[in-house]
C-alpha cells in the first residue's frame, strides 16, 4: 500500500510550485538592516527603522517523487534502537515520579508536590513552544546536535500527515534519549518530593509531547474518545490550535502539550520580539520572516480517508 503524489496535493497546488516563482502574502511587520536589498523607494529609509512591506515569498521547490514519504517508507518506522530509548526515557521519568510518590507518603505532605507536577505540567508545554519555535527557525540539517531534529520539523511541515503514520518510539526516541540524559542524574541528586514531582511531570510531558503533536493532526474520529476529550477539555493541544501553526502566516502556534502559553505568547508578540532581538543582535533571520512553506498543509478528513483508500 502506498500513496500516489498525485494524492497527496492537489493538482492546483502542483501547477502552482512549478510556475511561479515568488508569491506576495499578506503584509507583516519586517526590519531593514544595512545590508538589505535596495529598493527604489524616493524617501530615505533609516536604516534601523521597522517597515511593513509586502512579504515576497519563494515557495521552496519540492523535492522529486522519491523524497516524499510513503505509509510504508522505513523512516516512519521504529527500530529497536528507537524502542530503546523511549524503554529508558519512561523509565527515568517513572524513577523521578515514583520518588516523589514515595517520599510524599513518608512525609504526608501531599500539596506541594502535586503542586510542583502541575507547575511542571503548564511549564512543559512553555518548554515545548520555545523549542519548537527554535527548531522551526533557525539551523538546518548540518547544526550540531539539533541538526536531526531541525530536518525532520522541516519535514514534518512539507509533509504534516507523516506524523500521523509515524510509529510511536520513532516519533519520540529523539526526546526520550535527552530526557534520559537530562533527568537521570536528576534521580540519583534529589530526594525532595515536590522538585522530583516537577522534573517527572516535566520532562514526561516534553517527552510525549510529539506524541500530543500527533494526535493534534489526527482526525476526531481516527482518534481515541479519551484523547478527543482531553483536547476538547484544553488538556491536551487541540486539533484546532495545532492547526493554525501550518496555516499562513507559519509563526505562531508553537507550544504542543496543552497549548495553554499559545494565546499569550502570541497576542504578546514574543516570538517576534526575540526573533528582533536575535536579528539585531546577531544578524540572524528566523525562517519564518522568509520561508512559510505554501506547501504547508494539514491533514483533512477527506485527504485522510483518501490516503487509506489507497
Ligand atoms: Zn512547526
Ligand atoms: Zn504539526
Known amino acids: 500500500m502506498s500513496i500516489l503524489p498525485q494524492h497527496k496535493y492537489p493538482l492546483k497546488s502542483l501547477h502552482h510550485v512549478h510556475t511561479c516563482h515568488h508569491v506576495f502574502l499578506p503584509t507583516r511587520v519586517q526590519c531593514s538592516a544595512p545590508a538589505a536589498t535596495t529598493t527604489t523607494t524616493k524617501r530615505r529609509r533609516n536604516p534601523n527603522q521597522l517597515v511593513i512591506e509586502p512579504r515576497l515569498v519563494t515557495p521552496p521547490t519540492l523535492g522529486p517523487d522519491t523524497d516524499r514519504p510513503v505509509l510504508n517508507d522505513p523512516n516512519l518506522q521504529s527500530t529497536w534502537p528507537h524502542r530503546a530509548w523511549v524503554a529508558s526515557g519512561c523509565t527515568t521519568v517513572l524513577v523521578a515520579l515514583v520518588k516523589s510518590v514515595t517520599g510524599a507518603a513518608d512525609s504526608h505532605i501531599w500539596v506541594e508536590p502535586i503542586l510542583a507536577g502541575l ?18 527557525n533557525y539551523g538546518d540539517a548540518s547544526t550540531p546536535i539539533f541538526g536531526t531534529q531541525i530536518e525532520a520539523f522541516q519535514g514534518h511541515h512539507k509533509w504534516p500527515w507523516t506524523i500521523t503514520r509515524r510509529q510511536f518510539a520513532n516519533n519520540l526516541h ?16 534529589f530526594n525532595d518530593p515536590a ?50 501553526h501550518h496555516r499562513p502566516p507559519y509563526n505562531n502556534n508553537y507550544c504542543i502539550v496543552n497549548g495553554v502559553w499559545n494565546e499569550f505568547l502570541d497576542k504578546q508578540k514574543v516570538f517576534e520580539a526575540l526573533e528582533m532581538i536575535l536579528f539585531f543582535k546577531l544578524g540572524v533571520r528566523p525562517r519564518s520572516w522568509s520561508e512559510p512553506n505554501s506547501e504547508w498543509t494539514e491533514e483533512t478528513e477527506a485527504l485522510s480517508s483518501q490516503i487509506t483508500a489507497n
Do not use: E, N
Open 195 to 244: 522538585t522530583l514531582g516537577f522534573v517527572g511531570v516535566c520532562s514526561g510531558c516534553i517527552m510525549f509531547s510529539q506524541q500530543f503533536h500527533a494526535w493534534a493532526h489526527g482526525t476526531k474520529s481516527r482518534l481515541p474518545p479519551p484523547v478527543v476529550a482531553l483536547q476538547d477539555a484544553g488538556l491536551l493541544v487541540s486539533r484546532s490550535q495545532h492547526a493554525a
Open 119 to 136: 507547575v511542571g505540567y503548564v511549564l512543559a508545554d512553555l518548554g515545548s513552544g520555545v523549542y519548537h519555535w527554535a527548531i522551526d
Open 174 to 189: 529523539a526526546l526520550a534519549r535527552s530526557v534520559t540524559f537530562v533527568v537521570l542524574p536528576m534521580d540519583l541528586a
